[in-house]
């Protein structure tokens, strides 16, 4: 994959009226509870969609079943990704297809470095960016490749969560709450990334609780409410109505 | 204390310590990666035991050193395949009753099969005879039995003594296995991926890495340990059905006494274990007291075992 920023940002594109990514009615349950309740939006090509909704809407438990995680289980509908049937699979062949979480408490795997945590991104094909190309983007990564990954700051930790993710070919990226718990001259330095995959025209469902800082980076909105999409627009429609941003969102 | 007495408890120590690390070390292993307790691993020693005895009198003793750990690795993973993963999440209680239960089936199989009484095992010619060990090599006799295996000079025994050779192989196999599953895990790609696993599971799976794949290749190693303990050990310990479960219970000592999980651990304590033994064999009928009292005494300063980390069974 060429360095990002050398490129233009390709423009949300649908390929022959089939949508890029697409769930439909997907149901999903945390053991025996009903989490999410048949769920259905549709993602073109390059395109950035912020999922937003109250605390316990249930964003992160979207973000795991379109994943494909263990927990919560998916029970019903479909999901597809250019072509691919994800709910037919599980998440290690969902990762191959090119689904890349970016979870909620970062899951930096500890014990070993930061280097050897990208070289596990990087394990099984399909691979992307090389990991001298994510030193590149991220120096400060580069400074402490050799330091035992758990003993970074947070916001290093995030940095890191995202370049392994980088470091795989990625058709849809999925990130959940990127900003959570960090100082704002951190959250600045996170933003460049994002507008980094921004400009590379990665597809991506950005979760946040800072909506506004989520609707700056997207096109597009979905909003939960106890399991349901309520709201599927533009994201400049969510800025502009005080209703929907008082309902759904506590902003 | 006699300096030649002395050497030859070492040794002694060494050699019991070898084998129970074998068997440890598998435990151990699946232990740590897996969170899983394996009761019936000293049912796939016993399992390698009559394979190596098997092959050995009708082909080669060569032959036994590749294919009974091959074989073992193959029953490893299917063993995790079919039985184990399905007991990942479920208590440890329930995990040491299944497999426990396998033991007695195995055990039962085997006496049914070969008989509940010793079958003799046959060292490789290159494996018998006995090893001088010497600080004057003037005071050995000069005759055939002392040429047979090899000899080493040690600087403070008087004069020499001799130990059976396959003994002091036992110790060697053991000590290569261990360096040999050591580098395994720390150094290869392959092991980088088990020890994440062994973190964070579900993070591997999402960055496409199938892990249950590796977890039971994981047990197919433990296994295949269990299949040099057998080739081995086998010459040493005895060929009965009963072997296997007269090993294990030393052997999940010194687990728990190493810490569970912890490899290097496993070996600490099995030498402590072997040693122990050893220097306590004059007072026979207090051997085994000896042993569960280390056990105590450990755990009561070291809760954990000796490196043992927290959260672990726990
Ligand atoms: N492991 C779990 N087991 C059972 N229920 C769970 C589990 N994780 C989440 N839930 C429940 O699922 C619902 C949705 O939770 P989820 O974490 O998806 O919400 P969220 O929108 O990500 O919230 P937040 O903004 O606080 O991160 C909640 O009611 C929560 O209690
Ligand atoms: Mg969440």
Redo the contacts with the bound molecule.
């Keep these: 994959m060429a360095m990002a920023d050398a490129m233009e940002r390709p423009e949300a594109t649908r390929t022959g009226g089939r949508p890029f990514f697409s769930c439909r009615n997907v149901e999903s349950y945390?053991?025996e509870?009903y989490?999410v309740q048949g769920v259905s939006f549709d993602i073109a090509e390059n395109e950035i969609v912020a999922l937003l909704?109250?605390?316990?809407?249930?964003?992160?438990?979207?973000l795991?079943t379109l994943a494909r995680a263990q927990?919560?289980h998916l029970t019903a509908g479909e999901i597809w990704l250019d072509g691919q049937a994800l709910h037919s699979m599980k998440a290690y062949q969902a990762a191959r297809a090119g689904v890349q979480l970016v979870p909620?408490d970062r899951r930096i795997i500890p014990g070993i470095t930061v280097e050897e945590n990208l070289i596990l991104a990087q394990t099984v094909e399909p691979r992307g960016w090389e990991i001298a190309q994510i030193y590149e983007l991220f120096p400060r990564l580069g400074e402490r490749k050799r330091q035992e990954a758990n003993t970074l700051s947070g916001g290093e930790q995030q940095m890191l969560a995202i370049a392994r993710a980088l470091a795989r070919q990625i058709k849809l990226l999925l990130l959940?709450?990127p900003y959570e718990g960090l100082a704002p001259t951190i959250v600045e330095e996170i933003e460049k990334t994002m507008e980094v995959i921004r400009r590379s025209g990665i597809t991506t469902i950005i979760?946040e609780?800072n909506a506004l800082a989520a609707l700056r980076i997207a096109d597009s909105a979905v909003i939960?409410d106890m399991?349901e999409v309520v709201f599927r627009g533009t994201a400049q429609q969510v800025l502009d109505s005080e209703d929907l941003r008082e309902q759904y969102l506590a902003v | 204390m006699d300096p030649n007495a002395l050497f030859l408890q070492l040794l002694t120590g060494l050699q019991l310590g070898a084998i129970y690390a074998l068997i440890a070390l598998g435990l151990t292993l699946i232990f740590g990666t897996l969170g899983f307790v394996n009761f019936a691993h000293g049912a796939l020693y016993v399992i390698a035991i009559y394979a190596a005895v098997t092959v050995a009198a009708n082909t080669n003793f060569l032959l036994a050193i590749i294919l009974v750990p091959a074989l073992l690795f193959a029953i490893g993973v299917a063993f995790e395949r079919g039985l184990i993963r399905h007991f990942y999440t479920r208590p440890h209680t329930d995990q040491i009753l299944i497999t426990f239960g396998l033991a007695i089936v195995v055990e039962e199989l085997m006496k049914w099969i070969f008989g509940a009484n010793n079958i003799p095992f046959t060292l490789p010619e290159w494996g018998s005879g006995l090893m001088v060990f010497y600080s004057d090599w003037s005071a050995v006799p000069a005759v055939p039995v002392f040429q047979e295996a090899p000899s080493l000079w040690v600087p403070f025994i008087e004069g020499f003594v001799t130990y059976q050779f396959w003994r002091v192989v036992l110790i060697a196999v053991s000590l290569v296995t261990v360096a040999g599953l050591f580098a395994l895990l720390q150094f290869t790609r392959f092991g980088l991926v088990v020890r994440a696993g062994m973190r964070d599971p579900e993070m591997l799976r999402f960055l496409g890495i199938n892990i249950a794949q590796k977890f039971a290749i994981v047990v197919g190693l433990g296994a295949a340990i269990a299949g040099i303990a057998g080739v081995f050990g086998g010459p040493i310990t005895q060929v009965t059905p009963g072997v296997g479960m007269a090993l294990l219970v030393p052997s999940f000592l010194v687990v728990v006494i190493g810490g569970m999980g912890s490899l290097s651990g496993a070996l600490i304590a099995a030498i402590l274990i072997g040693m122990a033994l050893s220097f306590s064999a004059e007072i026979a009928n207090l051997q085994q007291i000896v042993v569960y009292l280390i056990a105590v005494v450990v755990l009561l300063v070291r809760p954990r075992g000796l490196f043992g980390k927290k959260g672990v069974f726990e």
Aim: glycine residues 20%.
């Design positions: 945390y053991g509870s989490i909704g109250r605390n316990g809407a249930g964003k992160t438990s979207t795991r927990e919560p909620e959940d709450e979760v609780q939960l399991g």
